[in-house]
């Protein structure tokens, strides 16, 4: 089953780009990521799907179900129809534990306070469980909200989202403001509950995280989608990345891209012929070669090449 899907999803803001034709689609039990840097249009994308900001066009599915439109509900249906689109609404966003990027909450209030609030929006009592994750995540319930650092905040974001248990994890930037321990909790946590069969939706531009714990993943630019694919598809491509030191001539040779020079150490990208390569390499004078697939992060640059390069 397809637990999120979009076609066409376009959201504008005036004459501002937001997204465009988005096609989207992440089957349950995926552990998904959504890559793309600030402004590419990740949080408008999750926003659109949670209704908390209105599309321009375009659909929207949530575990097989349409995600209705407040403005497509006409005056006719008066407010039994309105009503029944509320409910629908709802019953769909009870089953997702949604994370933003900035959370904000009300001060005053103690951390407990706030996660009973949190259940209680829900009509249910996660006393139990958010007890465990506040004594994994090592967030004190007795504090107050006001007194929190960024990380602490984080971590209430996150006990809130987890705390329902439920089918679907939308999560916007999760680990900023985590030190490297916690976003390592945070992780295990995610993958456990993964294993149990839940869906994760991980909105970030940390690509060590995509390609370390999500299968799939779809590159955004500029509203657009450009890619998705496997991880291990869109890290494979025809493009080796090489470094050497020593001395070698290369003016001969085609298909060189990102070349970097630090003295006789040099480092390049190469999608041309190998057999042209290794007779380059052969007549050189190297102390160390080093032949390898890309890493994840020279993919997605290439597929952000600003001057419009051929990508990998």
Not at 158 to 174: F, K, N, S, T
């Amino acid at each position: 089953m397809k637990v999120i899907e979009t076609r066409k999803l376009t959201k504008n803001y005036g004459k501002a780009r937001g997204i465009t034709e988005l096609d989207l689609s992440v089957e349950e039990g995926d552990f998904f990521g959504f890559i793309g840097p600030n402004g590419a249009g990740k949080s408008t994308t999750i926003r659109t799907l949670l209704g908390l900001i209105g599309a321009t066009s375009g659909e929207m599915r949530l575990f097989g179900q349409e995600v209705e439109q407040k403005t497509a509900v006409s005056k006719e249906a008066g407010r039994a129809g309105r009503r029944a689109v509320r409910q629908a609404r709802e019953e769909l966003l009870a089953r997702i534990g949604y994370l933003p990027s900035e959370a904000m909450f009300y001060s005053g209030m103690r951390v407990g306070e706030l996660l009973r609030f949190s259940a209680g929006l829900r009509k249910q009592d996660c006393q139990a469980e958010a007890k465990r994750l506040c004594e994994r995540l090592q967030l004190d319930p007795a504090r107050r909200i006001e007194e929190l650092s960024l990380g602490n905040r984080k971590k209430v974001g996150i006990v809130c989202a987890l705390q329902h248990r439920p089918e679907l994890y939308i999560l916007d930037e999760p680990t900023s403001g985590l030190d490297p321990l916690m976003q390592r909790e945070f992780f295990a946590l995610l993958t456990e509950r993964s294993r149990e069969g839940a869906t994760v939706f991980l909105s970030s531009h940390v690509l060590s995280e995509i390609k370390r714990y999500c299968s799939r993943a779809a590159i955004i630019r500029e509203g657009r989608l450009i890619a998705c694919d496997e991880v291990a598809a869109l890290s494979r491509t025809g493009a080796r990345r090489v470094a050497f030191h020593g001395q070698a001539d290369l003016s001969g040779l085609t298909g060189i891209r990102d070349l970097q020079r630090v003295q006789e150490s040099v480092s390049f990208l190469y999608d041309g012929a190998i057999q042209a390569l290794l007779q380059v390499l052969s007549g050189a004078r190297l102390t160390d070669l080093t032949i390898a697939e890309p890493d994840l992060e020279e993919v997605f640059l290439h597929y952000y090449d600003e001057k419009g390069g051929k990508q990998i």
